[in-house]
C-alpha cells in the first residue's frame, strides 16, 4: 500500500513538473512574442521618427536655402535699381547739360526745317522749356522766320526741364526730344546690359 501510495505521489510530481514545464514554456514564449512585437513596434515607431526628423530637417534645409536666395535675389534687385538710378540721375543731368542754350539755338531750327519738309509749317509746333524759350525766343524766330509765317508756333512748356518736343497735326502727336526722353531711351538700353554684367559678376563667385 505504501509503495502504490509513492508511485502515486510520484506521478504526481512528475506530471506537474511536464504540466509546470510546458506551462513555463507557454509563458515564456507569449512573453518572447510580445517582447518581439513591442520591439518591432518600437522599430517601427523610431522609424518614423526617424523619417519624420529627416523630413523635418530637409524642409527647414530648404526653408532657409530659399529664403537665402530670396533674400540674395533681393538685394541684387535693390543694387541694380540702384545703379539703374544713379545712372539715369548722371546721364538725365548730363542731357541737360549737352541740351545747352547754343545747341538748342542750332538743333531746334534744324529739327524744325526738316519736319516742315514733311509736314505743313502750319500744323507744327515746337515745345521747350519757359526758360529756355525766354533766353532762345529771338535765335528761334530769326532762323525760323519763314516757317513762322506759315504757322508755325513755338511755345513754353511746365513739363520739360531740358530739350524740346515738336507737335504735329495740330499737337495730337508729339515727337520728344526732351532729356527725360532720352534718359528713358537709354534706360532700355542700359537695364539689360546692367542685368547681363551682374549676371556675369554672380558666375565668377565661388
Given at each position: ?20 514545464e510546458k506551462s513555463a514554456e507557454t ?84 529739327v524744325v526745317k526738316a519736319w516742315a ?75 539689360p546690359r546692367i542685368t547681363a554684367l ?9
Open positions: 500500500m505504501d509503495v502504490q501510495v509513492q508511485e502515486l505521489i510520484d506521478k504526481i510530481k512528475k506530471d506537474g513538473v511536464v504540466s509546470a509563458i515564456i514564449r507569449t512573453a518572447e512574442k510580445k517582447a518581439s512585437d513591442i520591439v518591432a513596434e518600437a522599430e517601427k515607431k523610431a522609424d518614423a521618427i526617424v523619417r519624420a526628423a529627416k523630413a523635418e530637417t530637409e524642409r527647414m534645409e530648404k526653408a532657409s536655402e530659399d529664403a537665402l536666395v530670396q533674400a540674395s535675389r533681393n538685394m541684387i534687385l535693390s543694387f541694380r535699381e540702384a545703379l539703374v538710378q544713379e545712372l539715369n540721375g548722371i546721364v538725365h543731368v548730363e542731357t541737360e547739360k549737352a541740351y545747352s542754350k547754343d545747341v538748342l539755338s542750332t538743333l531746334v531750327p534744324e519738309k514733311e509736314t505743313d509749317a502750319a500744323e507744327l509746333s515746337v515745345l521747350v522749356s519757359a526758360k529756355d524759350l525766354k533766353a532762345l525766343e529771338s535765335k528761334f524766330t530769326a532762323a525760323l522766320k519763314a516757317q513762322i509765317s506759315k504757322g508755325l508756333e513755338i511755345k513754353p512748356d511746365k513739363t520739360l526741364t531740358a530739350g524740346f518736343r515738336v507737335g504735329v497735326d495740330n499737337g495730337t502727336a508729339f515727337y520728344d526730344y526732351s532729356a527725360d526722353a532720352l534718359v528713358e531711351l537709354f534706360s532700355g538700353y542700359v537695364n551682374m549676371k556675369k559678376a554672380a558666375e565668377g563667385i565661388d
